[in-house]
């Protein structure tokens, strides 16, 4: 069974401040994850994703985040908030081919401040 | 342009009724996913369907029924059943070849039972 953890139901930053968005995992396989971001009555845009390879991983949008196997954890990040950036954020983890779907942690709403 | 429709975007239902959620892909995509979304608690996994006539059980499958005749729909029916339908619906689609488990959403559809 895999699982999928996002600290903090909400995250509020400074405009121009460092965004820090918290996702540990449970897979008993190599996972594949993943970050989706989704703005008020839309549906999910993925952000950005690891599959195999380089741990440090580019999004969309100037995100970023780091695969940490040592951690079980897939923290996104973005080196200076905009106001565009407030919206809810999923990560969400699968193994194997993934053809069963994603398991996503409960969302952290962001909120920035101006 | 190529993309996942859903509608209807907001409905109402009486409790006691049936109500079926449309979603038409035409992104030549092989599986398709029903999520629902309910605020705090992340998306859970419907139903899925990776090829036509077939479809599996997600973790939250009873009170819904889906169909798969063909390989751009797959709508949703949240039956009498459902203890409590009133949720964001999303609906998703992957294809092989552009990696495991990256799904491409619609933008949603929003039922209120009253």
């Known amino acids: 069974a895999q699982s999928v953890t996002q600290l903090g139901s909400h995250v509020s930053v400074s405009e121009g401040a460092l965004v820090l968005l918290r996702c540990n995992y449970s897979s008993s396989v190599p996972p594949y994850l993943f970050w989706y971001v989704q703005y008020p009555n839309q549906g999910l845009q993925l952000l950005l994703k690891y599959t195999t390879g380089a741990t440090l991983v580019k999004g969309i949008n100037g995100f970023e985040a780091e695969f940490k196997k040592s951690e079980t954890s897939f923290h996104l990040t973005k080196p200076s908030a905009h106001m565009s950036d407030a919206a809810e954020y999923f990560c969400a983890v699968t193994s194997g081919g993934g053809a069963d779907g994603l398991t996503f942690g409960k969302g952290t709403h962001l909120i920035i401040q101006p | 342009d190529g993309g996942i429709t859903q509608s209807p975007k907001y409905l109402f239902r009486k409790e006691g009724q049936n109500v079926t959620l449309s979603c038409e892909q035409n992104?030549?995509?092989?599986?398709m996913y029903w999520y629902r979304q309910d605020p705090g608690q992340g998306l859970r996994l419907i139903y899925y369907?990776?090829?036509?006539?077939?479809?599996q059980k997600g973790d939250i499958a009873e009170g819904y029924s889906v169909s798969r005749e063909k390989k751009e729909s797959f709508p949703l029916t949240v039956t009498s059943a459902q203890k409590n339908p009133t949720a964001f619906y999303l609906c998703?689609?992957?294809?092989?070849?552009?990696?495991?488990?990256?799904?491409?959403f619609g933008e949603g559809s929003r039922l209120t039972v009253l």
């Open positions: 998703a689609s992957s294809i092989k070849d552009r990696g495991p488990g990256e799904l491409f």
């Open positions: 369907s990776q090829i036509v006539n077939d479809f």
């Open positions: 992104l030549n995509h092989d599986a």
